[in-house]
């Protein structure tokens, strides 16, 4: 039986005076070729968990919600829009003319702190508390809101938002202007400059790049495909969190130092925390009849070009990868190892430009066997699990369709500790937990 009931659902639509709030407001968005990769992509659906809100009734949680929401729109305005497919053009835009955001109002009877306090994922309950959105045909909405009060106390904040509206750092500029305009912190919204024209980008020839794109990867638009992965298939994995302290993640930073007898040797926290991941699934694959494998990671462009476009809200990532073999990682010095191949991968990947050829790291990827692939999906920088609406940090922030095998996602949780998360095969995970607490403890 279902634990979530509906109660109320609304249409949030932008503040009155979007034009004049924004002068770069555009009715239809263009999506670029950085939006397009993730086109047939699943919504990504964030999950806050806010278990102490007694202070606060769940009508005037709702009226703060829903109110901020609108605020916020006036300056992310592609979130209340449709993407669509305009047939005579060729081109998939993001419609912004009759801007609204679906919002539900819910209530579910489990106990909120089941939720919270469980490092191990309740997979059925994660999905019940975010909206699932049918996105086989265009258009298809930009955005959906789901919050859920706990009938023994505590909110959810659900959320669905389509990866080619935003990437991560998009989407955590808009939790933090949310958020901000929440709890009353004005002064913080309206000193944010979000950017959304994806001209920014200066892709040459992008009209045309973007429109080839699009008649080569979805011929059979405005019918798009995609599905939600069926819920058999997401409880097939388990998905569980674990904390790295800062002082875990100096240590390990020490050890590649130690490993490669270079004081000097820099590891940034990424690379770090990716090559301990690597390694501790590399034992946890001693079995695997295969010895290939391959760390696929997200680059994240908005400080390496010049100008810097720290403000673009749209998506501006290219995929990498790592490749190396589990038995050299496996190897004593396994941890460095790791770390100089997602090092030196990135540095390539950088040296190389933002449009140095095809995006391929996907398509790379998945010459691996299944069984040696490890997407690493978000990064630590994001930090989620900040976001204070007016009642406090989150409990909990989870990503709930956490789908893939090998798929982990990072988050920082403040001080320089950083939260992971991953999808495995039960008897896997297993051994993946007891290898990640016992790696910490050489």
């Known amino acids: 039986m279902p634990c979530v009931s509906i109660l109320k659902t609304y249409h949030v639509t932008p503040s009155p005076g979007i034009d004049s709030n924004i002068s770069t407001f555009q009715e239809k968005l263009s999506l670029s070729i950085l939006d397009l990769n993730w086109l047939r992509m699943p919504y990504t ?9 007694t202070v606060h009734s769940f009508p005037s949680i709702v009226r703060s919600l829903k109110s901020s929401l609108s605020t916020t729109l006036t300056k992310f305005y592609p979130f209340a829009g449709k993407i669509d497919f305009i047939q005579d053009t060729g081109d998939v835009i993001i419609d912004c003319t009759h801007c609204s955001v679906e919002f539900v109002e819910a209530e579910c009877s ?26 086989s045909t265009l258009p298809i909405p930009a955005m959906a809101v789901k919050v859920t009060r706990f009938t023994g106390g505590g909110v959810a904040i659900g959320l669905a938002i389509h990866h080619a509206v935003a990437d991560g750092n998009g989407k955590r500029m808009f939790y933090e202007a949310w958020s901000a305009v929440c709890r009353g912190d004005l002064d913080l919204f309206n000193k944010m400059v979000v950017l959304h024209d994806r001209k920014i980008l200066k892709h040459p020839n992008d009209e045309e790049v973007a429109r080839s794109f699009i008649k080569k990867a979805y011929p059979t638009l405005p019918f798009l495909g995609g599905r939600a992965t069926p819920m058999e298939e997401r409880l097939r994995l388990q998905r569980r969190t674990f904390m790295l302290s800062s002082p875990a993640i100096q240590s390990l ?21 990716a090559a301990y991941i690597w390694v501790c699934l590399a034992k946890t694959n001693i079995n695997s009849a295969n010895d290939i494998t ?11 070009v010049e100008p810097v476009i720290t ?26 190892r790791a770390q ?18 095809e995006d391929k790291g996907f398509e ?56 992971v998360s991953i999808a495995l095969e039960p008897d896997q995970m297993h051994v993946f937990a007891a290898v990640f607490r016992e790696g910490l403890n050489p």
Not at 45 to 53: R, S
Not at 114 to 129: A, R
Not at 342 to 357: F, H, N, T
Request: glycine share 12%; aromatic share 8%; with cysteine.
């Open 364 to 419: 790379k990827f998945r010459q691996t066997p299944e069984s040696g692939r490890v997407i690493l999906s978000r990064s630590n920088r994001l930090m989620c699990s900040q976001t204070d609406f007016g009642w406090g940090r989150p409990g909990r922030f989870e990503m709930a369709g956490l789908n893939c095998k090998g798929e982990v996602m990072l988050d920082g949780m403040g001080g320089g500790d950083v939260k």
């Open 45 to 53: 659906q964030p999950l806050f968990l806010y278990p102490d809100t």
């Open 294 to 304: 391959a760390l696929l990671y997200l680059l994240d462009w908005r400080s390496r």
């Open 110 to 135: 489990v106990d909120i702190k089941q939720l919270t306090e469980n490092d191990v994922h309740d997979t059925v309950m994660y999905m019940e508390l975010v909206p699932e959105i049918d996105r």
């Open 340 to 357: 100089v191949l997602i090092g030196s991968a990135i540095k390539k990947d950088a040296e190389g430009g933002m449009y140095s050829g």
């Open 311 to 336: 403000e673009y809200g749209g998506n501006c990532l290219r995929t990498g990868y790592a490749d190396g073999g589990w038995s050299e990682l496996r190897s004593v010095n396994g941890l460095s």
């Open 253 to 273: 930073k020490k050890r590649i130092r130690d490993e490669l007898n270079e004081p000097q040797h820099y590891a940034s926290t990424f690379t770090t925390i």
